[in-house]
């Protein structure tokens, strides 16, 4: 079993930065590949980024060039730096960890952003 504790989020004006962090627990050795999903209001949950053990990053359209994901070497905790916010990155943000047959997600934590 794994469990995701995030930490950060909260309220940033547009064109502001946000780090959110979220730290692995249990059978992290299972998990292949760790991740962050958003959800707005009324919306899907949606892909923001997604790293591997390998280090390979991935990003949403929207996230590049703005946000980063990285991971520390013992794989236990991810991190996503996000600049140049903008009201429409407004969501609940999801840790999210998969691997060994099972998809993890975290508690979720809000992120404001106002114009």
């Known amino acids: 079993q794994v469990q995701l504790v995030e930490s950060g989020g909260g309220l940033v004006q547009a064109g502001g930065s946000l780090r959110l962090s979220c730290a692995a627990h249990?059978?992290?050795?299972?998990?292949?590949?760790m991740g962050w999903y958003r959800q707005a209001p009324g919306k899907q949950r949606e892909l923001v980024a997604l790293?591997?053990?390998?280090?390979?990053?991935n990003y949403a359209e929207f996230a590049k060039g703005r946000f980063t994901i990285s991971r520390d070497s013992a794989k236990i905790t991810v991190s996503l730096q996000m600049n140049s916010l903008k009201p429409e990155d407004t969501a609940v943000y999801y840790c999210?960890?998969?691997?060994?047959?099972?998809?993890?997600w975290g508690q979720g934590t809000q992120v404001t952003v106002s114009s």
């Open positions: 999210a960890g998969g691997g060994g047959g099972g998809f993890y």
């Open positions: 249990g059978s992290i050795r299972v998990i292949a590949a």
């Open positions: 790293i591997t053990n390998g280090g390979s990053p």
